[in-house]
């Protein structure tokens, strides 16, 4: 294939990524984005195997064959609770293989085009060293992320006197190591580019709390981006230059967008931890205080009785799989002449739009779905809120606890419903470690139970 035709196909792959990060903006339009970002990914490849440049095709067909099976029993097994988790592993493949073609560009210089053993250009040294960097950094920050959400590792910050003295000079060494390394090509400054970056990938996310977790999947989404594009340019391959320079910036665009609903600097939650474990002990939570219990066929009858009902979402509803039992309440709401909405907190579950998705697999009407600043306001006029297993999204100590870690953090406010409906395993406090004084509010009933049990219960009831 010719070079001018070459660049032509990669130009369209380049705009179906454009167009498929375009359509999955929307819900409406997620499928079509997805389908467009195939089609491009179909002609990059063509385009590549198409290259005069390659050498082996058996080799080619083997990391195909390898990683597509791979990737289609994940694809089929995977449970939709557990993709914050595939998502961080995914881009720890990203960051390990930037450094892995950085590093055959440095023993195989010739093959890329960037110069000889000894003799590589300057500039592809200082692209290949910043994408190792940011590469390595991924690829264990990512491992850290995903051991996080699978619970192999405590969401509670891992924090020590020193830890920013010691990022900064870890991030500085790296930095003059750079430096070094381009100007003299030295092999042992490289590898200890690679190995002083993994360390820091550990050490800026281990602090990292639990409620921190969306916006720590949107920030390495970023960085993969960018090591992409780093490589792209020790490459060549101007594609990929493209497509990284695309991740990086959304996945930043994305994780400011997290941390504005959060509340918090994108610097903050980079060099600081916050938030604690999942579990509090119940008698610690509720003290001398009472709340006021519901059971199934309680909130069946406020509900069927109501004229509007907004459904609250939350990382609960994912672990017990209820989406579809929530889906199923709200027709038999509607079909009761019950104005049903869902409200959806940006944070809300373990990654962005992670509710989203669920509520999409259920086939919820996307027009019954709304953002925090959407329908916020609405709640005033509920006559119910039902929040099913989220918790700090909607935890009243953020507006009014100044002591509180989650003071400042919009919530969304339920506690304005006339009645609140909480269903939740038990008193414990949610992600970020912190109790809630909606559970003994007045107006609100506590449903204790499995999240999808209780919901199938009250559809039970409503019929």
């Given at each position: 294939m010719s070079e001018n035709l070459t660049?032509?196909?990669?130009?369209?792959?380049?705009?179906?990524?454009?167009?498929?990060?375009?359509?999955l903006s929307s819900p409406e339009t997620a499928r079509k984005g997805n389908l467009i970002g195939i089609a491009g990914m179909v002609i990059a490849i063509a385009t590549t195997l198409a290259s005069p440049n390659v050498l082996s095709y058996s080799w080619i067909a083997a990391g195909i064959l390898i990683g597509g099976a791979i990737g289609t029993v994940i694809a089929l097994k995977i449970q939709m609770t557990a993709l914050p988790q595939l998502v961080a592993a995914f881009h720890s493949l990203v960051g390990l293989a930037a450094v892995f073609v950085a590093s055959a560009a440095l023993f195989?210089?010739?093959?890329?085009?960037?110069?000889?053993?000894?003799?590589?250009?300057?500039?592809?040294?200082?692209?290949?060293?910043?994408?190792?960097?940011?590469?390595?950094?991924?690829?264990?920050?990512?491992?850290?992320?995903?051991?996080?959400?699978?619970?192999?590792l405590s969401g509670t910050p891992l924090v020590f006197t020193g830890q920013h003295f010691l990022n900064a000079i870890i991030g500085l060494s790296t930095i003059a190591l750079v430096v070094w390394f381009s100007t003299s090509e030295a092999y042992w400054a490289y590898w200890m580019i690679v190995a002083l970056a993994l360390v820091l990938g550990f050490l800026i996310i281990l602090p990292i709390g639990g409620a921190d977790m969306p916006v720590v999947v949107s920030m390495l989404n970023s960085y993969s981006g960018w090591a992409a594009c780093g490589i792209g340019f020790t490459l060549g391959n101007t594609l990929l230059i493209i497509t990284g320079a695309l991740v990086g910036s959304s996945g930043a665009i994305l994780s400011y967008i997290m941390c504005k609903g959060m509340n918090r600097s994108f610097i903050s939650v980079i060099l600081g931890g916050f938030g604690g474990g999942e579990e509090v002990n119940a008698a610690q939570t509720t003290g001398d205080r009472t709340v006021r219990r519901g059971s199934a066929e309680d909130a069946a009858?406020?509900?069927?009785?109501?004229?509007?009902?907004?459904?609250?979402?939350?990382?609960?509803?994912a672990?017990?799989?209820?989406?579809?039992?929530?889906?199923?309440?709200?027709?038999?709401?509607?079909?009761?002449?019950?104005?049903?909405?869902?409200?959806?907190?940006?944070?809300?579950?373990?990654?962005?739009?992670?509710?989203?998705?669920?509520?999409?697999?259920?086939?919820?009407?996307?027009?019954?779905?709304?953002?925090?600043?959407?329908?916020?306001?609405?709640?005033?006029?509920?006559?119910?809120?039902?929040?099913?297993?989220?918790?700090?999204?909607?935890?009243?100590?953020?507006?009014?606890?100044?002591?509180?870690?989650?003071?400042?953090?919009?919530?969304?406010?339920?506690?304005?419903?006339?009645?609140?409906?909480?269903?939740?395993?038990?008193?414990?406090?949610?992600?970020?470690?912190?109790?809630?004084?909606?559970?003994?509010?007045?107006?609100?009933?506590?449903?204790?139970?499995?999240?999808?049990?209780?919901?199938?219960e009250i559809i039970q009831s409503l019929d």
């Open positions: 660049a032509l196909a990669y130009l369209i792959a380049a705009i179906c990524f454009i167009s498929a990060l375009r359509g195989a210089p010739e093959a890329y085009g960037i110069g000889t053993v000894g003799n590589i250009k300057t500039v592809s040294l200082v692209e290949m060293s910043i994408g190792t960097a940011i590469g390595a950094i991924t690829f264990t920050g990512s491992i850290i992320a995903f051991a996080k959400l699978q619970g192999i009858f406020i509900m069927k009785n109501a004229g509007k009902v907004i459904i609250v979402p939350g990382y609960g509803m672990v017990a799989q209820a989406q579809h039992s929530v889906r199923e309440m709200a027709d038999s709401l509607k079909a009761a002449g019950v104005d049903v909405a869902y409200a959806i907190h940006p944070v809300a579950g373990r990654m962005p739009g992670h509710m989203n998705v669920l509520l999409a697999e259920a086939n919820v009407p996307y027009d019954e779905v709304f953002e925090l600043e959407e329908i916020n306001h609405e709640f005033t006029t509920a006559d119910v809120a039902y929040v099913i297993g989220a918790n700090d999204v909607t935890n009243p100590a953020a507006k009014n606890d100044a002591a509180s870690p989650i003071f400042g953090m919009p919530i969304l406010d339920v506690e304005k419903a006339q009645t609140v409906l909480f269903v939740k395993r038990s008193m414990g406090a949610g992600y970020a470690g912190v109790d809630n004084e909606l559970f003994f509010r007045d107006n609100t009933m506590m449903l204790f139970g499995d999240a999808k049990k209780m919901t199938e």
